[in-house]
Every structure is written in C-alpha cells, then in structure tokens.
C-alpha cells in the first residue's frame, strides 16, 4: 500500500458526459501528478501540483482539468469525453517539487467510455 | 522531443537466472533515472533512483548502471525469481521541463 488512494477505483461512463476523479496524497506528500495510461500509449504525464499550485504540464487536454485543495487532496476534472479517454488514470505523490525523488502511485481509476 | 526505448518484446528467463532490461533514450541526459515494477491493473512501484554523474547504484538484489555516452541504463535482477514478473518501466527526469517520462515498459517472466 503506498499510501495515495484514489476514488473511484471504476467508472463507466458515456460519451459527452463529464467525470471527476479523487486523489489523496500521502501523509505529508505536497507533491500530486496525474499519469494517463493506455494500451498503446504507455504512461503519460498530464500535470502536477505542488502545495496548490499547478508546476508543470504535460500533454494533458483542453477538455481536462485539475487542482488541488487546500487539504492538498487533488481532483481531475474530465469533461466532452471521447471513447478514446478510456484509460487507468494515475495519481502519485511525493514529498518535494522542482527536484523529483521517488513517486508513490496510486491504485488508479479505470474511466470507461461507451 | 526526447525519445525513451525499452526492450518491447518480453523478457522470458529461468528462475535463478539474471535477468537485464534496457532502457535507452535519445537526446540530452536526463538529471536522473528511475525505475520502477509494475503489476498489471495497479500502479507502479519505485525501486531505484539513480543520478546522471553516477555509474551504478544496487539494493538488495537489484542493480542499474546508467552510461550517460551510450545514453542507456541497465536494470539487472539477479536470482531472478517468479515473484519477480512484472512490467518494468524506466522513467527520465529532466531539469528543464519538471517531468518524469516513462517509457513503455518491459514485461519479464520468470518461469520455475
């Protein structure tokens, strides 16, 4: 257990719908990335807040947003989705920003689109 | 864009043997090099971090080097075990930029 969580664990949804996932970093963590991760695409990094404030982007979309509260529990926001949007969607924490040590994952959460 | 390469086909070996995957990337070195295991349908798990001015890092039964000349890293398992199968993916961290990318992974089996 590492110690992120991550609700929910599945979601099935259709296709134009909006969804938001849960994110809760571990005790002490100020660090939160989100990680997309299809088939054929592999892992891929969408953005990360350090201690509320958004630190670096990656390839994540227009339709899709993120941020973190002051409890420094995160959200990812997913809206007009498109089938191509399922995926296992990561959270992973860790203690620093600018200089990265390890990253601890989360379970994930399963987005299927219909 | 900078490129990273795993071993895309699986990796099958026999238990007690060393197993070594290979990561490689194009471009400028990475800060560091980290690498992680991943199970199927869970996150993955960090094991070895290891910096661009250092050679070879291990724990435990781990080891990884990192040659900043060829622009490749070694991931070996010594007395490989079937516990051991998983995905393992190699991650470069780059100053500029502020983000760990992943490569695709290399799946190993380790048959008893």
């Known amino acids: 257990d590492s110690g992120v969580t991550q609700t929910p664990k599945h979601l099935i949804t259709a296709t134009g719908q909006r969804v938001t996932l849960r994110c809760s970093p571990r005790?002490?963590?100020?660090?939160v990335y989100w990680y997309q991760q299809s088939l054929d695409q592999g892992l891929q990094f969408l953005i990360q807040?350090?201690?509320?404030?958004?630190?670096a982007k990656g390839n994540i979309l227009e339709r899709f947003s993120a941020q973190q509260f002051p409890d420094l529990h995160s959200e990812l926001n997913l809206s007009s989705l498109e089938l191509g949007d399922s995926a296992l969607y990561f959270c992973?924490?860790?203690?620093?920003?600018?200089?990265?040590?390890?990253?601890?994952f989360g379970p994930g959460t399963r987005l299927t689109v219909t | 864009s900078q490129k990273i390469e795993q071993n895309s086909e699986a990796l099958n070996i026999q238990e007690g043997k060393t197993a070594t995957l290979t990561c490689n990337y194009t471009?400028?070195?990475?800060?560091?090099l980290q690498w992680y295991r991943q199970d199927p349908g869970r996150g993955p798990v960090f094991l070895l971090l290891i910096r661009e001015n250092e050679k070879e890092k291990r724990k435990e039964r781990l080891k990884v080097t990192f040659d900043t000349t060829l622009k490749q890293s070694l991931f070996h398992i010594t007395a490989s075990q079937p516990a051991d199968s998983a995905t393992y993916l190699c991650?470069?961290?780059?100053?500029?930029?502020?983000?760990?990318?992943f490569g695709q992974g290399t799946e190993l089996s380790v048959k008893p």
């Open positions: 992973a924490s860790s203690v620093s920003s600018g200089e990265v040590y390890e990253q601890y």
């Open positions: 807040y350090y201690n509320g404030e958004e630190r």
């Open positions: 471009n400028y070195s990475p800060a560091y």
């Open positions: 991650a470069l961290y780059y100053n500029q930029g502020g983000k760990l990318i």
């Open positions: 005790s002490g963590d100020l660090s």
